[in-house]
Every structure is written in C-alpha cells, then in structure tokens.
C-alpha cells in the first residue's frame, strides 16, 4: 500500500490495527471540534476505531480504496482516504479529517493533492470528488485552495443522529488537474 512523504516530518501511512489506541486517542481529544462535521465522531470508542482500522485494511487488500493516517513527527494526527472507489467509471471521493491543533499550516492540503495525484497517476483515474458540509469553511477553502470546481449541494445528503447536513460537491478531472499542476 502506498506511502505519501509531505514535508520533512510528515507523511502519510497506511494504518495498523496497533494503531487503535492512539486513533481514538486523537479522536477523542478533538471529539468536540470533529463532531459538527463528522457524524461518527460523536460516538466514536475504542472499539469502533480498531474496526474501522480493520474495515480500511480490508477495503485496501480488496482494492476498494484505502485509508491513511496523517503522520507528524510519529504521532497520527488525522486520517485521509479514498471512499466510493468506482473503478468501472473511473472515479473516487476522498475525505478527510484533522486534529484542530495541526491545522492551518498547509498539511491537508499536501494530503489531499498527494492523493489526487495518486488517483490520476498510478491508479489512472479520471474524476475525484470531494464532497463538504455547507458550513464547513475550512474543508470548503481547500477544495477551492486546489481549484476543484464546485457542482452543486446535495440536500440534507448526511445524516447525523438529529439532524442532516446539506453537501457541498466538489470534483476535479484528470486533464483539469495536469492542467493546474503544469505537467
């Protein structure tokens, strides 16, 4: 499975069911600042990290996506994936999330672009979609930071325990992306 450096102390690296207790550990620690956003982070256990470790590991060995964990100075700080892997049609989403106290200087943006790059290069792709809570600004800026195009809002596409969210979809294509890159 793939590996991402992005800057000299951070990288990305596919996760490990050692990796558990430390995933809920950040989780919890950013439970508040990821909840409004990310549906499961509400309720989010022990248990419920070590699954979704081993759902990734599996989703990655059945070529149907992988997830990742966002690595600074050995300490996993957030999580970045490929979702809805659509290989007939040549497409996929990718989400992510960050630990509050990370953000700001740049890192998801290296992540997302390193898997943009990798959904185009190696795995030869044609579209990746991002789709983003309407309110949430800081998922929104860096679609828009990368110049994906803005399709349209999904309403009430998210459902979390009382309420749904409306999604902003964000998408770019191959040719758009070599393009912007300048390759």
Do not use: K
Not at 114 to 122: E, M, Q, R, S
Not at 128 to 151: F, H, P, W
């Amino acid at each position: 499975m793939a590996e991402f450096e992005l800057t000299d102390s951070a990288h990305l690296r596919p996760l490990s069911e050692a990796d558990a207790d430390e995933l809920y550990e950040v989780v919890d620690a950013n439970r508040a600042y990821l909840a409004p956003w990310m549906p499961w982070a509400e309720a989010q256990t022990r248990t419920g990290a070590l699954e979704f470790i081993r759902l990734a590991r599996d989703q990655a060995a059945t070529d149907r996506g992988m997830q990742l964990a966002v690595v600074v100075e050995d300490r996993i700080v957030g999580v970045i994936g490929y979702h809805s892997l659509d290989r007939e049609n040549l497409r996929v989403s990718v989400g992510y999330w960050l630990a509050e106290h990370v953000q700001g200087g740049g890192l998801m943006t290296r992540a997302v672009s390193a898997l943009i790059d990798h959904a185009f290069g190696p795995w030869g792709l044609h579209r990746v979609e991002i789709r983003s809570a309407v309110g949430n600004d800081r998922s929104r800026a860096l679609c828009e930071r990368l110049g994906l195009v803005e399709e349209g809002v999904l309403r009430e596409a998210e459902a979390f325990t009382d309420r749904y969210h409306d999604l902003v979809v964000y998408s770019v294509l191959a040719h758009e992306w070599t393009l912007r890159r300048g390759a």
